[in-house]
């Protein structure tokens, strides 16, 4: 059975979660056992990655500047600036990405993704009156 490539990455995100939730409890035992769990759908991910055939861009998101911060974002660890990581979803919501993408690419959820969005917005409202 085939499992497709954003499932294994919302999993991926929901372990990553959870090994995290068990650091910050202080189960240290929970962790590393979420930590091996992690690693093996890491795995899958690489796997399905390298197997699946690259989609062609166009657009705003062909441009390489943008690409330039896709792959900049995409390679931070996981644990960057939340002002930094916010001005990155800013930029590729502006640059036409949709929350999805967006989530998918910083490790955020979509509803996360839409807040700093929405919050990016209101700021920006406020600067120009």
Same mark, same amino acid.
């Given at each position: 059975?085939?499992?497709?490539?954003? /499932?294994?990455?919302?999993?991926?995100?929901?372990?990553?979660?959870? &090994?995290?939730?068990?650091?910050?409890?202080?189960?240290?035992?929970?962790?590393?056992?979420?930590?091996?769990?992690?690693?093996?759908?890491?795995q899958a991910v690489t796997e399905t990655k390298k197997s699946a055939p690259e989609k062609p861009v166009s657009g705003?998101?062909?441009? $390489? $500047?943008?690409?330039?911060?896709?792959?900049?974002?995409?390679? &931070?660890?996981? &644990?960057? $600036?939340?002002?930094?990581?916010?001005?990155?979803?800013?930029? /590729?919501?502006?640059?036409? /990405?949709?929350?999805? $993408?967006?989530?998918?690419?910083?490790? /955020?959820?979509?509803?996360?993704?839409?807040?700093?969005?929405?919050?990016?917005?209101?700021?920006?409202?406020?600067?120009?009156?």
């Amino acid at each position: 059975m085939k499992i497709s490539s954003n /499932m294994l990455n919302d999993t991926l995100n929901l372990v990553s979660l959870a &090994r995290e939730i068990a650091l910050a409890k202080g189960n240290q035992a929970s962790a590393e056992k979420f930590g091996a769990v992690e690693k093996g759908i890491r795995q899958a991910v690489t796997e399905t990655k390298k197997s699946a055939p690259e989609k062609p861009v166009s657009g705003v998101l062909a441009q $390489d $500047d943008f690409q330039t911060l896709l792959s900049v974002s995409s390679n &931070r660890p996981q &644990r960057s $600036d939340p002002g930094e990581r916010n001005q990155i979803v800013a930029a /590729m919501s502006a640059g036409g /990405m949709s929350a999805v $993408d967006i989530a998918r690419h910083v490790g /955020m959820t979509v509803n996360e993704v839409k807040v700093v969005i929405a919050v990016n917005n209101q700021t920006q409202l406020k600067t120009e009156i």
